[in-house]
């Protein structure tokens, strides 16, 4: 899994950096997430891997101990975070989109990426300022001594940005859901008046000086300017046969037919309808996220507050792994459910294909 981080990591934060269709506002959270699981990857898990092979007795001492154990806090603890800060994006791209900067980052995007290092750092401090330096220490067990911590960066870490991720998702799909039921219903009345409009058409007595009735220009929701005024018929102006020759007549199925005249509103349904379809990656971020981690933390809090309590090593050592997987599975979910990331890669495998022809 740390190769895996590694390499996924390494290649989203390329990518971001060198192709300009990912250089969005959602990436560079994304790219915040990576840097903070490759560091993780780095920093962190060669020397747990180490401390694995020597049957969990520790041998480096207890100020790389401590090091350690700020690094792992700190880099879990801003993964997290960036998980958090992202679903707070999205809930902002969701709900209030007209308010939300797509391709540049603005200063509430800029205080929230700042804001998830700035807060695991605290998380993390205490460590550097020695709270793990408990009477009767074992020099031979790296991990966190003190159980009033243990507390602290449990409920810092998972505790309180878990319910908030889930309450954002939750707001963003009833959001959806609304849109989506408003949408139907809007296309539903559009499909209803323009068959009124047909029927009152056909019913009309035929002039001999007109030709027959044309069909009402429906504007496509791909269109962003309103048809000028002068390529209706007015009555008081006469008919010239020239005018319909020269002027095209878009034609338009029923599934396509809008009537949407305010440009806010049709701003703002086509980001909802964009936003849609990269909600479908959430439910395995959260899914993924819940499994991995509510283990580790539910284990790590009821060690720290209960001293008769026995947590077998081996079991923690696993949900400890278990944990840092996540940290590994991060940057697929969000580069395989990327549509821009799939097209770029494919371009870039193709272009290396090709050289190596």
């Known amino acids: 899994s740390c190769h895996m981080l590694t390499i996924f990591s390494h290649i989203f934060i390329f990518c971001v950096l060198t192709e300009k269709a990912l250089k969005t506002t959602t990436n560079y959270f994304i790219v915040s997430l990576a840097v903070a699981d490759l560091m993780l990857a780095v920093l962190v898990l060669p020397l747990?891997?180490?401390?694995?092979?020597?049957?969990?007795?520790?041998?480096?001492?207890?100020?790389?101990?401590?090091?350690?154990?700020?690094m792992d806090v700190m880099l879990c603890t801003a993964s997290i975070f960036n998980l958090c800060a992202i679903s707070?994006?999205?809930?902002?791209?969701?709900?209030?989109?007209?308010?939300y900067n797509r391709k540049h980052v603005d200063l509430r995007q800029s205080v929230l990426l700042s804001a998830t290092w700035i807060l695991a750092l605290a998380v993390a401090s205490p460590i550097i300022f020695g709270i793990n330096?408990?009477?009767?220490?074992?020099?031979?067990?790296?991990?966190?001594?003190?159980?009033?911590?243990?507390?602290?960066?449990?409920?810092?870490?998972?505790?309180?940005?878990?319910?908030?991720?889930?309450?954002?998702?939750?707001?963003m799909f009833r959001g959806l859901k609304r849109w989506e039921e408003a949408r139907k219903a809007k296309l539903k009345n559009s499909i209803q008046a323009c068959r009124k409009l047909q029927e009152a058409a056909a019913a009309l007595?035929?002039?001999?000086?007109?030709?027959?009735?044309?069909?009402?220009?429906?504007?496509?929701?791909?269109?962003?300017?309103?048809?000028?005024?002068?390529?209706f018929l007015s009555p008081d102006r006469p008919f010239n046969s020239s005018e319909?020759?020269?002027?095209?007549?878009?034609?338009v199925s029923f599934a396509e037919i809008r009537f949407n005249p305010d440009p806010r509103r049709r701003k703002r349904a086509k980001i909802n309808s964009r936003e849609r379809k990269a909600m479908k990656v959430l439910p395995v971020v959260v899914g993924a996220f819940l499994f991995c981690w509510t283990p580790f933390f539910v284990l790590h809090t009821m060690r720290g507050r209960c001293q008769d309590c026995h947590v077998p090593p081996a079991l923690m050592s696993v949900v400890t792994w278990l944990g840092y997987v996540n940290s590994a599975l991060n940057p697929v979910i969000y580069t395989v459910f990327n549509t821009e990331f799939r097209k770029f890669f494919k371009r870039f495998l193709h272009r290396c294909c090709s050289k190596t022809a």
């Not at 707070?88 to 308010?99: E, G, S, T, W, Y």
């Not at 030709?211 to 309103?226: A, F, M, S, V």
């Not at 319909?244 to 034609?251: A, I, L, Q, S």
């Open 133 to 171: 330096n408990v009477p009767g220490r074992d020099p031979r067990e790296c991990k966190l001594e003190n159980d009033v911590y243990v507390l602290y960066s449990s409920v810092c870490s998972f505790f309180i940005p878990c319910p908030i991720m889930l309450l954002l998702y939750c707001g």
């Open 205 to 231: 007595p035929p002039l001999a000086s007109l030709p027959p009735p044309l069909p009402p220009i429906i504007e496509r929701e791909q269109t962003d300017t309103l048809d000028e005024p002068s390529t």
């Open 244 to 251: 319909c020759k020269d002027t095209p007549v878009p034609t």
């Open 48 to 70: 747990f891997v180490y401390s694995e092979f020597q049957d969990g007795v520790w041998t480096l001492g207890t100020n790389i101990c401590d090091y350690l154990m700020t």
């Open 88 to 99: 707070i994006d999205r809930f902002i791209a969701v709900l209030i989109p007209l308010n």
